[in-house]
């Protein structure tokens, strides 16, 4: 019995640890300046901060606590929290997660590795390049996680056709992976579809009545800047890894073999097409007026309501504990706004700098995004929106700018496991490990930052007065 709770400790430690400090804290003088409902939700912030980095609990568990928390800590009534839990960036993200299903369901995975082929040949550079592209492309409207799950095993069994020896196509598969991986996380700030954090900070500029950004503005901002980057990014990945094969003839045919008997497109899959245009137009055009949030959901009913999917697969498919963390996300920013723990977070940071980020503006983005790669690749990357979100809109400048930046650099998890959804995919197959995400990584988050200031400096401002 001893040795059971023995180990449940040092299993919980983090925990343990995180609980006895926050009661320390709850129970100590506030600082001057700040609410006790906005101290409260700091040190809500700090458990959550502590349990996501640790990986303590299961994350859908921490969102749990997030709700328990805030009405425990008295920082809002029940309903309020409840309210915070279910917003149209909830919608948008539940959506997508089952739209992702209805469409893998049609068996286009299949079909758009036919297309990669075909349009790249059997060179490894142009295989990658094709990868890359099509990652980035397909990322930036689905989800880094559905488009680096489908593209995983082709590229797993394109290796493997090469040669059984894993030494010998060890750096052929890292860089087949990183293409998919950094192409999609390259992606992922393109729309508000590409990441949950897109819509989480769409929703922190609407309800912190700052602006309303349609799905068409957010491309405006952030499509030029991903197209940009990618034949830079990709020029830097085909240099980083030196695979002794040029040229995967044996080994395409093979993979060509496999998944070529596929035939015509039929009426399901030319209908599955259709309705993602037609979700993706609609995204564009109407969602300022409706929502991207209903649109999503208007697009699941038309899958159900044509059979293109059933309930029960998209039930069992979708990981309703990402839609769960990302709604205790989206209420935990919420709280510390609406309790002035961010002002009052943002307020003390900005006196560590006193008048030099007033005298230097470029400082001000470059801070914002360098901090912000960083929290990334400890913690998740919407999570990391939901906590640095609220605090750096106030931080001086143009608060829908700066807005902006923490939302596409926290796509910025290059070097670490934990950065991306895509990273910890492509992890998950051992060939590459933590070293290799740095010793690349590092190269692709200082490449990204550059181009990323560049804009907010010359290319966002223009666009700011524009719309």
């Given at each position: 019995?001893?040795?059971?709770?023995?180990?449940?400790?040092?299993?919980?430690?983090?925990?343990?640890?995180?609980?006895?400090?926050?009661?320390?804290?709850?129970?100590?003088?506030?600082?001057?300046?700040?609410?006790?409902?906005?101290?409260?939700?700091?040190?809500?912030?700090?458990?959550?901060?502590?349990?996501?980095?640790?990986?303590?609990?299961?994350?859908?568990?921490?969102?749990?606590?997030?709700a328990?928390?805030?009405?425990?800590?008295?920082?809002?009534?029940?309903?309020?929290?409840?309210?915070?839990?279910?917003?149209?960036?909830v919608?948008f993200?539940?959506?997508?997660?089952?739209?992702?299903?209805?469409?893998?369901r049609?068996?286009?995975?299949?079909?758009?590795?036919?297309?990669?082929?075909?349009?790249?040949?059997?060179?490894?550079?142009?295989?990658?390049?094709?990868?890359?592209?099509?990652?980035?492309?397909?990322?930036?409207?689905?989800?880094?996680?559905?488009?680096v799950?489908?593209?995983?095993?082709v590229?797993?069994?394109?290796?493997?056709?090469?040669?059984?020896?894993?030494?010998?196509?060890?750096?052929?598969?890292?860089?087949?992976?990183?293409?998919?991986?950094?192409?999609?996380?390259?992606?992922?700030?393109?729309?508000?579809?590409?990441?949950?954090?897109?819509a989480?900070?769409?929703?922190?500029?609407?309800?912190?009545?700052?602006?309303?950004i349609?799905?068409?503005?957010?491309?405006?901002y952030?499509?030029?800047?991903?197209?940009?980057?990618?034949?830079?990014?990709?020029?830097m990945?085909?240099?980083?890894?030196?695979p002794?094969?040029?040229?995967?003839?044996?080994?395409?045919?093979?993979?060509?073999?496999?998944?070529?008997?596929?035939?015509?497109?039929?009426?399901?899959?030319?209908?599955?097409?259709?309705?993602?245009?037609?979700?993706?137009?609609?995204?564009?055009?109407?969602?300022?007026?409706?929502?991207?949030?209903?649109?999503?959901?208007?697009g699941?009913?038309?899958?159900?309501a044509?059979?293109?999917?059933?309930?029960?697969?998209?039930?069992?498919?979708t990981?309703?504990g990402?839609?769960?963390?990302?709604?205790?996300?989206?209420?935990?920013?919420?709280?510390?706004?609406?309790?002035?723990?961010a002002?009052?977070?943002?307020?003390?940071?900005?006196?560590?700098?006193?008048?030099?980020?007033?005298?230097?503006?470029?400082?001000?983005?470059?801070?914002?995004?360098?901090?912000?790669?960083?929290?990334?690749?400890?913690?998740?990357?919407?999570?990391?929106v939901?906590?640095?979100?609220?605090?750096?809109?106030n931080?001086?400048?143009d608060p829908?700018?700066?807005?902006?930046?923490?939302a596409?650099?926290?796509?910025?998890?290059?070097?670490?496991?934990?950065?991306?959804?895509?990273?910890?995919?492509?992890?998950?197959?051992?060939?590459?490990?933590?070293?290799?995400?740095?010793?690349?990584?590092?190269?692709?988050?200082?490449?990204?930052?550059?181009?990323?200031?560049?804009?907010?400096?010359?290319?966002?401002?223009f666009?700011?007065?524009?719309?």
């Amino acid at each position: 019995m001893l040795r059971a709770f023995l180990y449940w400790v040092s299993q919980k430690r983090w925990l343990l640890i995180a609980a006895v400090i926050a009661t320390i804290f709850y129970h100590s003088p506030y600082p001057d300046g700040i609410s006790a409902a906005g101290y409260r939700s700091i040190i809500l912030m700090f458990i959550v901060v502590v349990l996501i980095v640790s990986e303590a609990v299961p994350l859908p568990a921490i969102a749990l606590l997030i709700a328990v928390l805030q009405v425990v800590f008295a920082i809002a009534e029940p309903s309020e929290v409840a309210q915070s839990y279910m917003s149209d960036s909830v919608f948008f993200i539940m959506g997508s997660l089952m739209l992702a299903v209805a469409i893998v369901r049609q068996g286009l995975d299949a079909r758009l590795t036919l297309i990669i082929l075909s349009l790249t040949g059997n060179g490894v550079k142009a295989i990658m390049w094709g990868f890359f592209l099509i990652s980035m492309l397909l990322t930036s409207f689905m989800g880094e996680h559905t488009i680096v799950a489908m593209l995983l095993p082709v590229v797993l069994t394109l290796v493997r056709y090469t040669s059984d020896d894993a030494d010998e196509v060890k750096e052929l598969g890292k860089l087949f992976l990183f293409a998919i991986a950094y192409g999609s996380i390259l992606g992922s700030f393109g729309t508000p579809s590409g990441g949950a954090r897109n819509a989480i900070m769409i929703e922190y500029l609407s309800d912190f009545g700052l602006a309303k950004i349609s799905y068409a503005a957010w491309m405006a901002y952030t499509y030029p800047l991903m197209l940009v980057m990618a034949p830079f990014a990709g020029f830097m990945l085909s240099r980083s890894f030196k695979p002794s094969q040029v040229r995967l003839d044996s080994a395409v045919e093979k993979l060509r073999a496999q998944v070529g008997d596929t035939g015509k497109l039929n009426g399901q899959q030319m209908l599955s097409i259709f309705f993602f245009v037609l979700i993706f137009l609609a995204w564009i055009f109407m969602s300022d007026r409706i929502g991207i949030g209903i649109i999503a959901l208007a697009g699941v009913f038309l899958y159900l309501a044509a059979g293109l999917v059933e309930w029960q697969e998209i039930n069992s498919r979708t990981n309703w504990g990402v839609v769960l963390l990302y709604a205790g996300a989206i209420s935990l920013g919420l709280q510390l706004k609406n309790t002035g723990a961010a002002l009052w977070l943002t307020t003390h940071l900005l006196s560590v700098f006193g008048t030099l980020l007033d005298q230097v503006e470029a400082l001000r983005y470059v801070l914002v995004g360098v901090l912000t790669t960083v929290v990334v690749n400890i913690m998740s990357p919407s999570a990391s929106v939901a906590v640095l979100g609220p605090i750096f809109i106030n931080f001086g400048g143009d608060p829908v700018l700066l807005g902006m930046e923490t939302a596409v650099a926290s796509a910025f998890g290059f070097m670490t496991v934990v950065g991306s959804a895509a990273g910890m995919i492509i992890a998950s197959t051992g060939i590459i490990g933590s070293k290799d995400f740095l010793r690349v990584g590092i190269k692709f988050t200082i490449l990204a930052n550059v181009l990323l200031i560049l804009a907010i400096m010359f290319y966002w401002p223009f666009l700011r007065s524009a719309l």
